[in-house]
C-alpha cells in the first residue's frame, strides 16, 4: 500500500478528490456526476494538448504553439465549413489533422535538420501560426449561424452519458497510451529524452524521433482545433490562447519530467483534469480571475519542486546503489 501510495499519478488522483470534495463544501451539486462529466467534458481538449505536448517533452523539446496549431486549424476548417457546406464531416477533421501535422512538421524539420532549440522554434511559429489565422481570416469572426448543423453537434450528441467530445478524449489517451507503451515510436520517445546518448548507441534516430513526436502533437492540435471551434461555436484568432502554457503546466503537474524521459499518460491526464477542476471550482465559489492565476502559477511552481526533488532524490539512489555493488564486488575479489 505504500508503494502504491508513493506513486505520483495515486497521489494526483488523492488530491484531485480531496478538492472536489472540498469545493462540494462550499457549492452544493459540484460532486454530482452530471457536474463531473462537465468538468470531464470541457477538459477533454486541454487533455488531448497535454498528450501532444508530453510526446515532445518526452524527447527533451518543448511545442509551444500548439495552441496556435490550434487556432489556425480551427479557423482554417471552420471557414471551410462555412463556404463549403456540402463538404463532409470527415473531411473537414480529417483535413484539420493534416493541417495540424504539417505545422508541426514545420516545427520537427527545423529541430531536427537544421537544429535549432525547439523553444526558440515554437516560439517563433507560435507568432507566426497566429499571424496566419489572421491573415486567413482578415480578422473577421465565423460564427454559429454559419456552421451547417452537423459541424456544431456531433461532438455535443450525448453516448452513454456523455458527449461525443468526451468519448474522443478517452479514445486518444487510449490511443496515446498504446503508442507510447507498446510501440517502437514510443519505447524511442523515452529512450531519446532520457539518454540520448544511449538511444543512439542502441541505434535509434533520435532527431528523427524528435521530428515524429513535433508531428503527432501538431495532428493532435489540428484535431482539437475543429473541436475547439466545433464545442464554442465561434472561430476566431485568439482561440485557445494561453492554452500552450496551461498544456505545460499539465504535463509538470502531472509529473512530466521537462528534462525529458519521464512521465505516464497517466499523469498528463491527471495533470489536466487538476487544471480543469480548479477552473471550474474557483469561478463558482468566488475566487477572482486574478486570484486563480495566482494559484494556478503556485501549483505549477510547487510541482516543478517536487519534479526537481524526485529526479534528484532518485539520482541519489542510483550512485547509493552502485556504491553497493561497487563494495559487494571488492569484498569478492578480497
Given at each position: ?17 480531496v478538492m472536489i470534495a472540498g469545493f462540494a463544501t ?192 501538431g495532428a493532435l492540435a489540428g484535431l482539437s482545433g ?89 539520482g541519489r539512489i542510483i550512485l547509493r546503489d552502485q ?12
Amino acid at each position: 500500500m505504500s508503494r502504491i501510495l508513493k506513486r505520483r499519478e495515486t497521489l494526483l488522483f488523492v488530491i484531485i478528490v480531496v478538492m472536489i470534495a472540498g469545493f462540494a463544501t462550499r457549492a452544493s451539486g459540484f460532486a454530482d456526476p452530471a457536474n463531473l462529466a462537465n468538468i470531464f467534458n470541457d477538459t477533454s481538449i486541454l487533455i488531448i494538448l497535454a498528450l501532444a505536448q508530453m510526446t515532445v517533452i518526452l524527447t527533451k523539446s518543448i511545442d509551444l504553439s500548439v495552441a496556435a496549431n490550434l487556432a489556425f486549424t480551427g479557423m482554417a476548417v471552420a471557414m471551410l465549413n462555412a463556404g463549403y457546406p456540402d463538404l463532409p464531416l470527415i473531411v473537414l477533421v480529417l483535413a484539420a489533422i493534416v493541417m495540424g501535422a504539417v505545422l508541426g512538421a514545420i516545427n520537427g524539420y527545423l529541430v531536427w535538420a537544421l537544429e535549432i532549440p525547439p523553444i526558440v522554434v515554437t516560439l517563433g511559429t507560435l507568432t507566426i501560426y497566429r499571424g496566419m489565422a489572421f491573415v486567413l481570416s482578415g480578422g473577421a469572426w465565423v460564427n454559429a449561424h454559419q456552421f451547417t448543423p452537423i459541424f456544431l453537434n456531433v461532438p455535443r450528441t450525448p453516448l452513454l452519458g456523455l458527449p461525443v467530445l468526451a468519448w474522443i478524449g478517452v479514445a486518444i489517451v487510449l490511443m496515446m497510451y498504446f503508442v507510447l507503451r507498446y510501440t517502437r515510436f514510443g519505447r524511442s520517445t523515452y529512450a531519446s529524452g532520457g539518454n540520448p546518448v544511449a538511444a543512439v548507441y542502441a541505434g535509434i534516430d533520435v532527431g528523427w524521433t524528435r521530428f515524429l513526436a513535433f508531428v503527432l502533437s501538431g495532428a493532435l492540435a489540428g484535431l482539437s482545433g475543429y473541436l475547439w471551434v466545433s464545442r464554442y461555436a465561434v472561430a476566431y484568432v485568439d482561440i485557445a490562447n494561453g492554452f500552450e502554457l496551461d498544456s505545460v503546466a499539465a504535463c509538470v503537474i502531472g509529473g512530466i519530467s521537462i528534462a525529458g524521459g519521464v512521465g505516464s499518460v497517466a499523469g498528463a491526464v491527471l495533470g489536466a483534469l487538476f487544471l480543469g477542476v480548479i477552473k471550474n471550482a474557483l469561478p463558482v465559489i468566488g475566487i477572482s480571475p486574478f486570484t486563480q492565476m495566482a494559484i494556478s502559477g503556485t501549483v505549477i511552481i510547487l510541482a516543478v519542486v517536487f519534479n526537481a526533488r524526485r529526479e534528484r532524490n532518485r539520482g541519489r539512489i542510483i550512485l547509493r546503489d552502485q556504491a553497493a555493488k561497487d563494495t559487494a564486488s571488492e569484498g569478492a575479489i578480497a
